[in-house]
């Protein structure tokens, strides 16, 4: 399977640009020699063609050509000299080819005198050594000479790194003519060593086929096709732009590749993607991890497969974590390898044969082409994944629901939402499944597999102070025995409220999200249930409250939790959208929402930190008495806010809210359904900070 590369990383390109343009004889040399360019040169132009060839320096070309059959060739420069040598060196090899000494844009041929024209760098060098201003008529003046001089169904070839100050001139002058234009990358070559272990800048070198066709004024669609890859099908493009921002693609790729190739140490964050060449599908992400703990000095290299599933844990999904990774693994440099799901992966010798070839364009300096790069995973097979719905939601766009093996072997469901495909949204523990028989009695019987949802288990630290925060509440104990009113705005796959549905009987819950479609894969998938004790409502969690403020029926909620994830990327805050936290809407969930001896919690997730500043400066003008609780490796911080102002000191009331979390973990183990071991509330809110 052919894969392509894109890449994450944007590297600045200017510096290695501007010393790679001092090397003229270099410059020549990376356009391609014969053998680079045969196979398309073969492909648009016959052997019986008058060919025209631009420059000189593409003699070399023009001369394999005219060695392979091609004799009816002109070389055309405006350096006299340059051609009294081509002739003086061929005249008697190869007769039969012509030479000129002319300017590209007075060109003196009949009009429709060629059948194809080939520039090797000529539209490039234009652009690059012209200081006088004039470039864009001097441009405009060659590609009107080769617009008359080349006949109907001709093409002009012309060889380019398609740099954007070329790229935009070549498809606007001739798509606009009515002239398709095809643009092909040729296949990378190995960068060429320095001499000091690194290796030289090779820009990617592309072909630009434009055939001239006759303009019709119908005809107002123009004709863009690029391909950018080997054994892949040409794609056809609207626009320049989309054209411009492919090409930019390859060639982001192309100098992120060069600086890891020539650094030992690489920022943190450059990832690359394969992507499957027929599908266009990601199939691979590769990390590029560098570690000074390397055990051996022979060890610089090595791949590292994440199982399948387990892309999203914090060891393999954050920089730091794959910073441990890579240490562990004791090497220079790790690719730690993630696979993605809509893929089938055979076995890990499958992975090896596919990645091998790639995985060398991402090595160390100094490693030899031909080392044996070790392949490293955990376990003896490539995790498990399986999606078991996929939907789409008018808020979130696409998501799945798929069920993955924990590192500990535990069966997992994730909700995830493939707009950010490392974030998993929701996550719950599926229990060994049990046979369900079924059929009349004394008639053979037939055994399906019953999936249950583990409503102990709380897979994030943040959901534990969530449960955790109705101990906060005065006379909590006595509520739980009674009834305690709850209101949680944001459901996901329903993980909180039904572990205090389940744990704690006397909890009345209404759950409230704007998504229809989460709220059915919450019922359908995370066995969220609805019946008295908890109504959930498929609508605008600030139009519900606002609602409930209006009616003033006088019932409030003990406890408010607001976990609401924001789809509003221009703020620097995920959670909750800004909405929520507005100093007006606070006022009405503490006057008309909360219970006077109520508790507010909100689950706070911004990396603007003068945002989440203003946000918890605005929480604490409306309600007297706030908590703030941070979990440990994420940004989520979890608030407590009181309508009433506490009269215990902070050490009274820090000791306090503990106990009372004591009290609570007792109730939750005392339950008909027991809380998962690993799930002690007692100690979350040990690292509470009192705001006054």
């Not at 007075?106 to 429709?112: I, R």
Request: net charge negative.
């Amino acid at each position: 399977m052919e894969l392509l590369p894109t890449s994450n990383a944007h590297v600045d390109s200017k510096d290695v640009w501007t010393r790679f343009l001092k090397q003229k004889e270099k410059i020549i040399e990376c356009y391609g020699d014969y053998p680079d360019l045969c196979g398309l040169l073969h492909k648009y132009i016959k052997s019986a063609d008058h060919a025209l060839v631009l420059g000189a320096n593409n003699s070399t070309v023009g001369e394999s050509l005219y060695d392979v059959g091609y004799h009816s060739l002109v070389v055309v420069d405006s350096n006299e000299n340059a051609i009294k040598k081509l002739v003086a060196k061929n005249e008697n090899k190869r007769p039969e080819m012509q030479f000129a000494s002319m300017d590209f844009g007075k060109m003196t041929y009949d009009d429709d005198s060629f059948n194809a024209i080939l520039d090797r760098g000529t539209v490039d060098s234009l652009i690059w050594q012209d200081k006088s201003g004039d470039i864009q008529e001097k441009l405009s003046g060659l590609f009107q000479q080769i617009h008359r001089v080349l006949k109907l169904a001709g093409r002009f070839i012309c060889v380019s790194f398609a740099q954007d100050d070329v790229v935009k001139p070549v498809l606007e002058y001739f798509s606009n003519e009515g002239w398709p234009v095809r643009i092909h990358k040729l296949p990378d070559k190995e960068q060429d060593d320095s001499g000091d272990g690194k290796k030289e800048f090779r820009p990617p070198v592309y072909v630009f086929v434009c055939t001239k066709f006759k303009k019709m004024p119908q005809m107002t669609k123009k004709i863009l096709e690029v391909c950018l890859h080997d054994n892949q099908p040409t794609k056809r493009y609207d626009t320049i732009d989309a054209i411009q921002g492919a090409i930019q693609e390859t060639q982001q790729y192309a100098m992120v590749r060069y600086n890891i190739q020539n650094r030992n140490q690489t920022e943190d964050g450059i990832s690359v993607v394969l992507c499957n060449s027929t599908t266009n599908q990601p199939r691979y992400t590769l990390h590029v991890v560098n570690s000074a703990s390397a055990k051996r000095a022979h060890q610089k290299f090595a791949i590292f497969i994440v199982p399948e599933g387990r892309e999203t844990e914090w060891l393999f999904a954050s920089d730091a974590g794959r910073s441990i990774v890579a240490s562990q693994a004791g090497f220079q440099r790790v690719l730690i390898t993630c696979l993605h799901r809509d893929n089938t992966y055979e076995n890990l010798d499958a992975i090896k044969k596919e990645l091998s070839q790639k995985v060398m364009e991402l090595a160390p300096p100094g490693l030899d082409s031909k080392h044996k790069v070790p392949f490293l995973t955990i376990g003896d097979d490539l995790g498990y994944r399986e999606v078991r719905y996929r939907g789409n939601s008018d808020f979130s766009g696409a998501f799945v629901v798929e069920d993955v093996r924990s590192g500990e072997g535990a069966m997992l469901r994730r909700l995830v939402f493939l707009s950010a495909k490392d974030a998993v949204q929701s996550e719950v523990r599926l229990l060994p499944e049990k046979p369900k028989k079924k059929g009349k009695q004394g008639s053979e019987m037939e055994t399906t597999q019953v999936t249950q949802i583990d409503t102990s288990y709380l897979a994030c630290g943040y959901q534990r102070f969530q449960v955790v925060g109705m101990a906060t509440i005065p006379q909590f104990q006595s509520l739980l025995e009674k009834r305690l009113d709850m209101l949680i705005i944001g459901l996901g796959g329903g993980i909180i409220p039904m572990f205090i549905y389940t744990h704690f009987p006397k909890v009345y819950l209404d759950v409230v999200d704007i998504d229809p479609a989460i709220v059915d894969v919450a019922k359908n998938w995370f066995g969220c249930v609805e019946d008295e004790r908890m109504i959930l409502h498929a609508e605008d969690g600030v139009k519900f409250i606002a609602e409930k403020a209006k009616q003033d029926t006088g019932h409030r909620y003990h406890d408010v939790i607001f976990d609401i994830d924001s789809k509003d990327l221009s703020v620097g805050m995920s959670c909750p959208p800004k909405v929520f936290v507005e100093v007006e809407f606070l006022q009405m969930v503490k006057d008309k929402i909360l219970h006077p001896q109520g508790v507010f919690q909100l689950n706070l997730v911004a990396r603007d930190k003068e945002l989440k500043e203003q946000v918890i400066q605005d929480i604490k003008s409306v309600f007297p008495t706030v908590l703030r609780g941070s979990i440990e490796d994420t940004v989520n911080e979890i608030i407590y806010a009181f309508p009433h102002a506490s009269p215990l000191s902070d050490a009274q009331l820090k000791e306090s809210v503990k106990k009372a979390a004591v009290a609570m973990q007792k109730i939750a183990k005392s339950s008909s359904t027991p809380v998962d071991p690993e799930t002690d509330l007692s100690k979350v809110l040990e690292g509470l900070e009192i705001q006054c």
